[in-house]
Structures are given as structure tokens and as C-alpha cells.
T-cell receptor
């Protein structure tokens, strides 16, 4: 396992449809994070998990957004009833391994780019 | 609420020049500060992480400093190369990191 992977890499959907994104973290990492990034801005924190526990979700953008990490491994981010304003890059990161730059260092995946028509 | 600002928003330099990127934050009670690089359309690559108890970190041609009392961090890039062209982002916090908008760096051959 060489890094964080995200699928799909690109998603085009029509307004009102539901979409789900998947993130597979680095295997030994116990923390997993979701961010949203719009053009010209830095990533915006959405939520994170330690193992299967979702420790922060108050910054999810609305109740249309939900995330799961049922077995403490991969995670999914779902957006229900998509709106054009949801168009963005959705990034996943993981941390918690030993060594490297330290356990707090977050390692990011390549992102899923969502376009809502 | 923590606000993170990066200045300048864009920077263009000739190859070989040393340069400094700036990051400021409003709340000095941070857990750590991390610098990232982002290439167009790609995810983020971690460059350096500074714990709140540290003042600087170095990796190769990169040196990052942290002054919590003034709410500032700098990323120093020595002997810049065209391959350094990217957007550089700083982020503060712990698990719920807050990012600046980034500095877009272009290094001209």
C-alpha cells in the first residue's frame, strides 16, 4: 500500500441525484479525514474518524452530507440530493502511522472531482 | 474561529532564487502547523510538520519556522527549481486542520 486512494476520481451527476465516494487510507493509519476544496481555496475540513468512531461531524456542510467508516478501514462520503454548489474536489487524508514525519502528519489522496449539472 | 492567511497569493521567481512564503493565523493555541504542496488538479503532498513546541523543521532545500506568539510561519525554499512550481498551502490545528488559500509559485527556467 503506497498511499491513500480515492474512487472514483471524477464524477458527473445531475442535480438531485445522490453520490457516494470511497476512500482507502494507508493501511496502518487509524485516523481518516474528509475535506472539500473549491477552486482557488484551501481544503475545508468536513469530518474525521478514529478507527470506526466519527469524532467530529459538526462541520459537515449540511444534513445532506454523511460519512461512514464501518470497519475502521475504508470510508465513504455520501451527498444526497446534490446541488450545483456541491461541485468541488473532495479530498480524503489519513494519519496515525508510526515513523515518517510523525503520527499527526496527514497524507492526502488524489481526490474525487464532483461536477453537478 | 481560526483564520489562516497566506501572502502573497502568487509569486513568480527566476530559477535559483531563494524565496520565502508566509502564513499567518489568528489563534496561537495551535496543536501543530503543516506545510503542503499541491500540483494542479492533484491531492496534497505533505512537506513539513512543526509541532507547537517546535520552532522549525528542515527537509532538504525546505525550512519551515513557527512563531506562535506572533501567529506566523514561514516556508523558506532555497535554490528554487522549475519543479518547485506548485501551490503551497499551510494548515494549522490538529485533527480539524484549517488551511490558508495557498501561494501559487512559478519558478521560471
Amino acid at each position: 500500500d503506497t498511499g491513500v486512494s480515492q474512487n472514483p476520481r471524477h464524477k458527473i451527476t445531475k442535480r438531485g441525484q445522490n453520490v457516494t465516494f470511497r476512500c482507502d487510507p494507508i493501511s496502518e493509519h487509524n485516523r481518516l479525514y474528509w475535506y472539500r476544496q473549491t477552486l482557488g481555496q484551501g481544503p475545508e475540513f468536513l469530518t474525521y474518524f478514529q478507527n470506526e468512531a466519527q469524532l467530529e461531524k459538526s462541520r459537515l456542510l449540511s444534513d445532506r452530507f454523511s460519512a461512514e467508516r464501518p470497519k475502521g478501514s475504508f470510508s465513504t462520503l455520501e451527498i444526497q440530493r446534490t446541488e450545483q454548489g456541491d461541485s468541488a474536489m473532495y479530498l480524503c487524508a489519513s494519519s496515525g502511522g508510526v515513523g515518517g514525519e510523525g503520527p499527526e502528519t496527514q497524507y492526502f489522496g488524489p481526490g474525487t472531482r464532483l461536477l453537478v449539472l | 474561529k481560526q483564520e489562516v492567511t497566506q501572502i502573497p497569493a502568487a509569486l513568480s521567481v527566476p530559477e535559483g532564487e531563494n524565496l520565502v512564503l508566509n502564513c499567518s493565523f489568528t489563534d496561537s493555541a495551535i496543536y501543530n502547523l503543516q506545510w503542503f504542496r499541491q500540483d494542479p488538479g492533484k491531492g496534497l503532498t505533505s512537506l513539513l510538520l512543526i509541532q507547537s513546541s517546535q520552532r522549525e523543521q528542515t527537509s532538504g532545500r525546505l525550512n519551515a519556522s513557527l512563531d506562535k506568539s506572533s501567529g506566523r510561519s514561514t516556508l523558506y525554499i532555497a535554490a528554487s527549481q522549475p519543479g518547485d512550481s506548485a501551490t503551497y498551502l499551510c494548515a494549522v490545528g490538529g485533527d480539524d486542520m484549517r488551511f490558508g488559500a495557498g501561494t501559487r509559485l512559478t519558478v521560471k527556467p
